[in-house]
Structures are given as C-alpha cells and as structure tokens.
C-alpha cells in the first residue's frame, strides 16, 4: 500500500525566507512522486515531479525537490519565499497503472503563509 | 486554451434532489478521474475512467456515480445527496492512465448539502 504524510499543515515564513515543506511516502514498488500547488478558488497546478534520473528536481517559481530514496522523503523547497508563493501545497504519490490507473495518493496538504 | 472545465463551481442543494456536475477536457486526454477534498484528508479518488465507455470505482465511491459516453466529458452524478457529501470536487485528466503523468486539474466544484 502506498501513503504520503505531510508534516505540519500550516507553515508560515517570511518574505526571502527559505522555504521548507516536509514530505515522506511509503511505497512498495518504485514510486513516481509529484508536488502540486492550490491557489486560492482555483484548481491544483502541477510543480515539479519525479519519475526516473537525476533525484533533485526543479519545477516552476523557483520550486525544487529532492528524491531521497534512503530517507523515503520528496521535500519541496525554495530558497526565498515571495508573497504570490502563499498557498496550500500537495504532496503526492501515484501507482502503478494496475492500481486504479496510476492513481494519485495525496497528503492532506500543507497551508503556507507568507509574511511581509 | 488547454484547459479542464467544472460546472457549476458552486452549488448548494438539499438532501435527495439529484445532480449532476459536469466536467469537460479539450486535450484529448484518455484518462479522467473525480476526487474530492476535505480537510485535513487531501484529495480522494472517487471514480476514474481509463477510456471511453470503461469507468472504475476509486477509493470513495459510495453515493456516487460516472458514465463516460464520449472521451471528452466525465460528468459526476449524484443520484440522492446527502450532507456527507458536501465537499469540493475537482476533475482531473491525463493523457494516459500511466503513473508518471502529470493530470490536469479543473477549477473545482462546491457542493453543499443541506
């Protein structure tokens, strides 16, 4: 069975602050893992995602993540946070296509806040 | 634009009268799905469709159905709604049903239940 725990659901950070969202998995076979963002009224917009390959991966606004197989964790991460960056962020991932498709398995999100 | 559409994006209704919520993509993508978002719990996976005409329960799918009659359209029906099931809906498409694709999100729906 495959799960994702996000640690903690509310992250506050100044603005140019390093920005650091905790994400852990368990999967029984090769996981493919993935970060959304959810903005306010407004849909889940993909940010970054690991399949295969090199294990730091970089998404869009400055977004990156870091596969590490050892410590089963995918944390998001951004050098200097920036106020358009406030939103709740989802952690997730998929299985193999003999599970419901691939379907995605999701955390229960991690709310960040950004102070000027 | 390539884009996921929900219909309506907000709705309040009250227990037993049925609904639909309509969801419609324009990239051709094959795989589509339904979640639903509560808090605390992230999005669960109510029922997915791999093609048209072949649809699949996800891990909530009780008090709900799908039908996929054409590849584009994956409307989410509920035949007697129940407060339960108030929450916010999103829709979701990818081209394939493999686990490394990126899926494509609507703009959500919330339903209340009264």
């Known amino acids: 069975a495959q799960s994702v725990t996000q640690l903690g659901s509310h992250v506050s950070v100044s603005e140019g602050a390093l920005v650091l969202l905790r994400c852990n998995y368990s999967?029984?076979?090769?996981?493919?893992l993935f970060w959304y963002v959810q903005y306010p009224n407004q849909g889940l917009q993909l940010l970054l995602k690991y399949t295969t390959g090199a294990t730091l991966v970089k998404g869009i606004n400055g977004f990156e993540a870091e596969f590490k197989k050892s410590e089963t964790s995918f944390h998001l991460t951004k050098p200097s946070a920036h106020m358009s960056d406030a939103a709740e962020y989802f952690c997730?991932?998929?299985?193999?296509?003999?599970?419901?498709?691939?379907?995605?398995?999701f955390g229960q999100g991690t709310e960040l806040s950004v102070k000027p | 634009e390539a884009q996921v559409t929900q219909n309506p994006r907000y709705l309040i209704t009250v227990t037993g009268k049925k609904l639909t919520v309509t969801c419609s993509q324009n990239m051709n993508h094959e795989y589509m799905s339904w979640y639903r978002q509560d808090p605390g719990l992230g999005l669960r996976q109510i029922y997915y469709s791999m093609n048209v005409e072949v649809t699949d329960k996800g891990d909530v799918p009780e008090g709900y159905k799908v039908s996929r009659k054409e590849k584009r359209n994956f409307p989410l029906i509920l035949e007697s709604p129940s407060p339960n099931q108030t929450s916010l809906y999103f829709c979701a498409s990818s081209f394939y049903a493999a686990s490394y694709n990126e899926q494509f999100f609507g703009p959500g729906t919330r339903l209340t239940v009264l």
């Open positions: 997730a991932v998929s299985g193999p296509i003999y599970n419901q498709g691939g379907k995605l398995i």
């Open positions: 999967s029984s076979v090769p996981p493919y």
